[in-house]
């Protein structure tokens, strides 16, 4: 039995779909974040494997079925992250094929055919596109210390330095800073402030489901946050539209990532921003998963190497 394995990583966690030769999906598992830029190697390896095994757990398989993988992580979009990454996936898979590509390309994969534009908010954020004639472009993407604005990181660490100045301002915490204290169990600005420091991943993604729901229940400073992260995001859209040449052309523009559907306010918010950044899209959905994408990749792998097989048969 030959299989195929894909994996579609980020900064929080890990999907895995296992699919046989015909396409069939046996398995789809989650785990936790595989982006090696912030969980180093070691840490996505760990994730990537965990998924693998139940995956093929609950498929009734075992590693020696595996002929093909393609891991999309974010974090491996230069060339040495990428080559290591394939090297220690061929180590602990030494049966199957491997190949690397970063989360923005599995979803193109996971689009579809034709002009697109993907927005992805999530623990980073970025927007890659692709035009008529097949031209691919993306903003973004490049981690927190340069980019990322608008993800759920930003607005977590925004949301920690507007708490903390309005507790030194006043001595007293605003309902939004009690809010993030309470929530993740930290008893001190002090005590937050030296974890965000020692694992920064720890801290800001976790603040941004307290923010939104803060701003459900109408909270100003919350709002402020949610509306400066749409307006960023909206941007990275319109200055890939630009780039593209797709401001006048009609596109498919998808939304996706984890900040997406917590909050019926910021979901308004970015719809709001988005059809004032590419007014001639339409908004719709990504045809598949990017994991079952990368899946189809590594089956792809498989077709490939049986035709140059016959070839030279």
């Known amino acids: 039995m030959k299989l195929a394995l894909g994996f579609d ?89 491997v190949r690397i590509c970063t989360d923005l390309e599995l979803t193109l994969e996971a689009a579809g055919d034709g002009p697109v534009v993907v ?5 980073g954020s970025a927007a890659v596109g692709r035009d008529g004639a097949g031209q691919v472009a993306r903003i973004g993407g490049h981690g927190p210390l340069v980019s990322d604005e608008g993800s759920a990181y930003d607005v977590g660490r925004r949301a920690v330095m507007t708490a903390m100045r309005a507790f030194e301002e006043k001595q007293q915490d605003s309902a939004l800073g009690d809010r993030i204290l309470g929530e993740l169990d930290f008893v001190s600005w002090q005590e937050l402030q030296a974890r965000a420091v020692a694992a920064p991943d720890d801290v800001f993604p976790r603040v941004f489901p307290i923010v939104t729901a803060a701003a459900e229940t109408g909270d100003l400073a919350a709002r402020q946050l949610l509306q400066l992260a749409a307006t960023d995001l909206a941007s990275l ?77």
């Open 9 to 97: 990583g980020g900064g929080t966690k890990t999907h895995c779909v296992l699919i046989d030769t015909e396409g069939r999906i046996l398995a789809e598992s989650r785990s936790g974040p595989s982006n090696p830029m912030r969980v180093g190697f070691g840490g996505a390896m760990a994730s990537v494997c965990d998924g693998a095994r139940i995956a093929l757990q609950n498929a009734g398989a075992s590693i020696e079925d595996l002929a093909a993988i393609c891991a999309g992580n974010a974090g491996t979009g230069q060339p040495e992250a990428s080559e290591t990454m394939k090297t220690l996936l061929s180590q602990e898979f030494p049966h199957a094929l």
């Open 119 to 123: 927005l992805l908010a999530g623990t």
């Open 237 to 313: 859209v319109h200055d890939l539209v630009e780039r593209l040449q797709l401001r006048d052309q009609t596109f498919l523009l998808v939304k996706s990532g984890g900040m997406l559907c917590r909050s019926g306010y910021f979901d308004q918010l970015i719809d709001q921003r988005l059809r004032e950044a590419a007014p001639n899209a339409q908004f719709g959905a990504l045809a598949i998963t990017p994991g079952e994408a990368a899946a189809r990749v590594a089956l792809r792998l498989l077709s490939r190497q049986h035709a140059e097989g016959q070839r030279h048969g």
